[in-house]
């Protein structure tokens, strides 16, 4: 059961892209669709546990887990849902690359040459994906492609906080996360409503509430299968079996027009993997 729920995670999130581009096409700016998903997970830890809002706001620390997950949800929902799925997913999958370096800048742990070599083959893969044509730096081409990036910079963030505040109670925890899924995400929606870049939230007609009801419902069980699976397994195992989400991604991304696939990108995105493999290696020998 542990496995089949990591697994079931891992496969909401690497199917996402598809609804989220529903809804998009529809009318709706993915950021909303975040904010309204987010929504119903943040009221059911507020009625089940009340008294996580007292250590939350007593926590700065969990403020930053809040902006952190907020961050990380609004970059991978946005890029997925307007940019090539295949590369937005490998490049927020650089995450093992920015956790050592900020495990070593917030908790002071020491590079081990297993890190120093995942770091290495990460931005390795990197720079066969982003290398442009005709010569010149590896940087993002587009901004899907910054937002895979950040995003996966955020992600690391939120994962180093949370080993870092391990302490705390768990639906603290859960509740900083999801307040930063409703919060970060309604005001880059909000602002860029200001700016003429974005439209209020709509839908076409009433019938529409009933899928986006139904995949609220989705991530919220996909988030208690996640919990489940990860407090019953070793940490490796949990990161290998959720790398699952990329090749779910992937090959929906590819069958459904979400992305393409070419040399490039198949060749660093395997030196991505196998850097988010050496990493749940290493949590394996420590």
């Known amino acids: 059961m542990p496995f089949l729920g990591l697994i079931f995670n891992a496969l909401v999130w690497g ?15 993915p950021l909303w669709t975040t904010v309204l998903l987010y929504t119903l997970s943040w009221l059911v830890i507020c009625i089940v546990n009340r008294d996580a809002w007292r ?24 890029g997925v849902a307007t940019g090539d799925v295949v590369r937005v997913v490998l490049l927020f999958y650089l995450m093992p690359l920015w956790a050592v370096l900020l495990a070593r800048l917030i908790l002071g742990e ?29 940087l993002p081409a587009s901004l899907a492609d910054w937002l895979g990036v950040v995003g996966g910079m955020c992600f690391a963030l939120n994962n180093v906080m949370l080993r870092r505040e391990a302490a705390r109670g768990a639906h603290a925890r859960a509740l900083a996360m ?43 069980l996909s988030n208690l299968s996640l919990q489940y699976g990860a407090a019953r397994l070793p940490a490796n195992v949990t990161a290998i079996v959720m790398l699952i989400e990329v090749p779910a991604a992937a090959i929906s991304a590819l069958l459904w027009g979400g992305g393409q696939l070419d040399a490039k990108t198949a060749i660093g995105g395997l030196c991505i993997v196998g850097a988010a493999l050496l990493s749940a290696l290493e949590g394996r020998k420590s």
């Open 15 to 29: 199917l996402s892209w598809w609804p989220f581009r529903q809804f998009q096409a529809a009318g709706m700016h």
């Open 55 to 78: 250590e939350f706001l007593a926590s700065p620390a969990l403020w930053v887990v809040m902006l952190a997950a907020g961050a990380t949800n609004t970059f991978f929902n946005w």
């Open 110 to 138: 020491h590079l081990t040459r297993l890190a120093l070599l995942r770091m290495a083959l990460a931005l390795g893969g990197a720079a066969t994906m982003l290398a442009p044509a005709g010569g010149g730096m590896p």
């Open 178 to 220: 999801f307040t930063g899924g409703v919060l970060v995400a309604g005001a880059s929606a909000s602002l860029m409503v200001s700016q003429g870049l974005a439209a209020w939230p709509s839908l076409p007609g009433p019938l529409w509430l009933l899928p986006l009801a139904g995949m609220a419902v989705l991530f919220f």
